[in-house]
């Protein structure tokens, strides 16, 4: 009974750090990606939300299926059904500048790690506070 509830609490720690993680160093290179200035006050604003990480993709590792683990287990990651396109441009560019500045062995840990575009897109709804940049209402 307890197992259960243990694992759970443990995968949403594992996901909510992931989350600040991202969140954090997305905010870290906004300053520094090559980005118009128009979308970095856009990012910044966004990023400052209170309930920022409601933007972060979520991602579900394949930890505790049956096969023993051999290193990191893939990391699929769910889209947000309603992200905009220039929302996950922006995130694309400010992730690939924070790769572009990672120290060799930060490079060689996330090597390790696989990220895969998850065949279910995330069910967490668009946040109250989204700017229409960023989000839209999707269809049900």
């Known amino acids: 009974m307890y197992s259960c509830n ?3 609490h443990v995968q949403l720690l594992s996901h909510l750090w992931l989350c600040f993680q991202k969140l954090n160093y ?15 006050e856009r990012m910044t604003a966004l990023l400052s939300l209170h309930n920022a990480m409601e933007f972060m993709s979520s991602e579900e590792s394949d930890e505790g299926e049956g096969e023993p683990a051999t290193g990191p287990s893939p990391r699929h990651v769910k ?3 309603w992200e905009r396109a220039k929302l996950k441009n922006i995130k694309a560019v400010l992730d690939a500048t924070y790769q572009a500045r990672m120290t060799k062995r930060q490079k060689r840990t996330a090597a390790k790690v696989s990220r895969v575009d998850g065949q279910n897109v995330s ?11 960023a989000g839209r209402e999707t269809q049900s």
């Open 123 to 133: 069910s967490r709804p668009l946040p109250k506070n989204c700017p229409s940049w």
């Open 26 to 40: 997305r905010q870290e290179m906004v300053g520094t990606a090559t980005l118009s200035p128009k979308d970095k």
């Open 79 to 81: 889209p947000l059904q």
């Open 6 to 8: 243990i694992s759970f």
